[in-house]
């Protein structure tokens, strides 16, 4: 309830305390300015954070530590089988999201970033009101930058009730593993869960709208995928549009394929992962006379600008790829804007998928690359003929490099298998870079590693290849 009302300013005012906002603001506060970070959550980070990247990938751990002592038998490893402690599992996830959300709030504060926790509406383009909930605080600002960052996109007339149907954020504090668990979306986050679960011991079916999953990459990669699906035993209903949901004791999901036959799933839990929607609506932008496109997201230029001088957006807000390092990136860009320095957003962008095989790329497909007109020249190193790939008891997977056949320039990297999302790094500083497939080939790579399987894809695509057949 609010008691009462005050006034102040600042130099730069930041809505949205989650990767994008909070790296905005330490920014901002190094080069100077006085900044008022606002976040309406009691605790910095965001989604990516309290409920995303970093809680998903402790039990993404969790989970392989858990599979992998109870299939050791082929390397002479004898288990007498795993117990699952959720409370105790989610409990260890927690004091690490703690750490990290409070390390955050160390940074502000030493960095000299205000912090300010409540709900923002804007009154004009260089003022805004917060309500903390004791108070209404009105600040006027000289510039403003947006990072209200997204939010879980729901089935109509579906809405989870977060128990017996449920979001990612639910998923990552259950008190028991399921028994059966239907994961409606095989996009990035339903497919980790889902994987997760399947290896903590639920029964897991996924239903997929569309004809395939990961449709925007190497075609090999959903294939890899699919599996390992079904090697974990996770049955995959591709091309099925979900028609019903009823909550009870089991929970009942009704779908329909392309051949119009219904398909009918029992579960203990349904787990919703269908996509997110950014959050632009609810804070006055209206008013403000920011444009917004036909999807939500608010339309920016390379320099984080909004149609609106002086306000800018960054992270999920602002579209593109919803994922927390491009949020940072963004953010830099637009503090350095901000404090009237030369600065756009022109990078490279990786992006990782944390299933089991990992999938990781950065730059163009081979399809994109053509679709574009160049000629182009691929190399593939299979996993299978990597020793480090096979002492780790993970041969699924692949490196794939696609470069220009006329100018021999890198195009696109795309990497399937174990510990990939440290290897992509590589292939987008080479990117970034503007290296020639043949740098990655004359780069010397220590063995027995993963990353050594990118200079096996690269001399593959030179006609080198010692350690797999030349195409």
């Known amino acids: 309830m609010v008691v009462g009302s005050v ?6 005012v ?25 976040e309406r959550r009691e605790r910095l980070g965001g989604v990516c954070l309290n409920e995303g990247c970093i809680p998903s990938k402790a039990l993404i751990h969790a989970a392989e530590i858990k599979h992998a002592a109870e299939h050791g038998k082929a390397m002479g490893l004898e288990t007498a089988g795993v117990a699952v402690d959720m409370p105790k599992l989610v409990a260890w996830k927690d004091g690490i999201v703690r750490r990290l959300t409070g390390g955050v709030a160390f940074l502000c504060e030493k960095n000299g970033a205000e912090v300010l926790h409540g709900e923002v509406i804007f009154l004009s383009d260089r003022s805004l009101a917060v309500d903390t909930g004791e ?49 409606i979306g095989a996009g990035y986050i339903g497919l980790e869960l889902g994987t997760v679960y399947a290896k903590l011991g639920s029964r897991v079916t996924v239903v997929e709208m569309l004809p395939e999953i990961f449709p925007d990459l190497e075609p090999e990669a ?38 119009g036959a219904e398909l009918r799933l029992d579960a203990e839990k349904v787990l919703v992962s269908i996509g997110r929607v950014p959050n632009t609506a609810g804070f006055g932008l209206e008013k403000v006379g920011v444009q917004i496109d036909g999807r939500g997201f608010i339309v920016t230029n390379e320099r984080q600008e909004t149609s609106v001088p002086g306000i800018y957006a960054i992270g999920d ?70 020793g480090r790939a096979m002492t780790l008891g993970s041969g699924e997977g692949f490196i794939k490099v696609v470069g220009d056949a006329v100018d021999g320039r890198l195009l696109g990297v795309t990497a399937v298998g174990p510990g990939v999302a440290e290897l992509i790094g590589e292939a987008t500083l080479a990117l970034e870079m503007d290296a020639f497939v043949e740098d990655l080939a004359a780069t010397i790579h220590p063995h027995p590693t993963i990353s050594e399987s990118l200079q096996e894809a690269a001399e593959a695509a030179l006609g080198k290849a010692i350690h797999t057949l030349n195409g």
């Open 317 to 386: 807000v602002a579209g593109g790829a919803l994922l927390a390092h491009k949020a940072f990136q963004e953010a830099k860009v637009a503090a350095e804007v901000i404090a009237g320095r030369p600065a756009a957003f022109d990078s490279v962008v990786p992006a990782v998928v944390y299933t089991d095989p990992e999938i990781a790329w950065a730059g163009l497909t081979e399809a994109q690359a053509r679709e574009q007109g160049r000629e182009v020249v691929t190399g593939t190193f299979a996993m299978r003929a990597s």
């Open 222 to 259: 959903a294939v890899a995928m699919k599996r390992r699906l079904k090697q974990l035993r996770i049955s995959l209903h591709l091309d099925h549009r979900v028609t019903g949901i009823a909550p009870g004791e089991p929970v009942v999901v009704t779908a329909e394929g392309a051949d």
């Open 7 to 12: 006034s102040r300013g600042c130099q730069v």
């Open 135 to 183: 108070e209404r605080v009105e600040v006027e600002f000289e510039q403003a930058v947006i990072a209200t960052g997204s939010e879980p996109m729901d089935i109509p007339g579906m809405a989870r009730n977060g128990e017996s149907v449920i979001g990612a954020r639910e998923a990552l504090s259950l008190h028991a593993v399921p028994e059966s668990l239907v994961v």
């Open 14 to 38: 930041v809505v949205g305390g989650g990767p994008g906002g909070y790296v905005a603001a330490i920014r901002l506060a190094q080069l100077g300015k006085d900044v008022l970070l606002v």
